[in-house]
T-cell receptor, first 114, second 112 residues
Framework: NAGVTQTPKFRVLKTGQSMTLLCAQDMNHEYMYWYRQDPGMGLRLIHYSVGEGTTAKGEVPDGYNVSRLKKQNFLLGLESAAPSQTSVYFC?????????????FGEGSRLTVL | GESVGLHLPTLSVQEGDNSIINCAYSNSASDYFIWYKQESGKGPQFIIDIRSNMDKRQGQRVTVLLNKTVKHLSLQIAATQPGDSAVYFCAENMGTASKLTFGTGTRLQVTL
């Protein structure tokens, strides 16, 4: 049981390049989330999904897109990377809504945009 | 590992002592609160939670206290061990919203 797995763990991009972060969970969870973590700012919610085929905007969605084509996967895309998107990205999942089920986090993906 | 914060407040505690980590939350309508532990290079890990209809909840070596009057949350760790060294975050949730709002974190350093 791997839990929540994020790939890649590290990536360096040039400004304007695109990339996709993949989050996979093997716990059959309905809810999945993408957060970014920056120094001194805690974790901020980018996008989330309450089930296969659904997505919704979080606190800081601009510059990112997501897709949830399969229940176990939640993809985070950057179409044109900017230095402000340099951050550590965390994916999380839960079997139900916050407050009724524990949130499980992946180990993070460090992205640097030059 | 990832740097979770270059300017985090830091609490230094001697091994065996009790630790108290504080958090001020922002939204008076929040009704669910969680404490997370994040070790270097890892994702946040659930420690303990509490609902707004309670003012205290205990787990194994940890206690969370909630003071809704002043919007304050604290995490008490008994008999702190070296393995408790990490960054600790509080998070709040308001009702049915699928969103957790995280605090900026406190680094706990356990000295021998």
């Amino acid at each position: 049981n791997a839990g929540v797995t994020q790939t890649p763990k590290f990536r360096v991009l040039k400004t304007g390049q695109s990339m996709t972060l993949l989050c996979a969970q093997d716990m059959n969870h309905e809810y999945m989330y993408w957060y970014r973590q920056d120094p001194g700012m805690g974790l901020r919610l980018i996008h989330y999904s309450v089930g296969e085929g659904t997505t919704a905007k979080g606190e800081v969605p601009d510059g990112y897109n997501v897709s949830r084509l399969k229940k176990q996967n939640f993809l985070l895309g950057l179409e044109s990377a900017a230095p402000s998107q340099t951050s550590v990205y965390f994916c999380a999942s839960s079997w139900t809504r916050i407050g009724a089920g524990e949130l499980f986090f992946g180990e993070g993906s460090r992205l640097t945009v030059l | 590992g990832e740097s979770v914060g270059l300017h985090l407040p830091t609490l230094s505690v001697q091994e065996g002592d009790n630790s108290i980590i504080n958090c001020a939350y922002s939204n008076s309508a929040s009704d669910y609160f969680i404490w997370y532990k994040q070790e270097s290079g890892k994702g946040p890990q659930f420690i303990i939670d509490i609902r707004s209809n309670m003012d205290k909840r205990q787990g194994q070596r940890v206690t969370v206290l909630l003071n809704k009057t002043v919007k304050h949350l604290s995490l008490q760790i008994a008999a702190t061990q070296p393995g408790d060294s990490a960054v600790y975050f509080c998070a709040e949730n308001m009702g049915t919203a699928s969103k957790l709002t995280f605090g900026t974190g406190t680094r706990l350093q356990v000295t021998l």
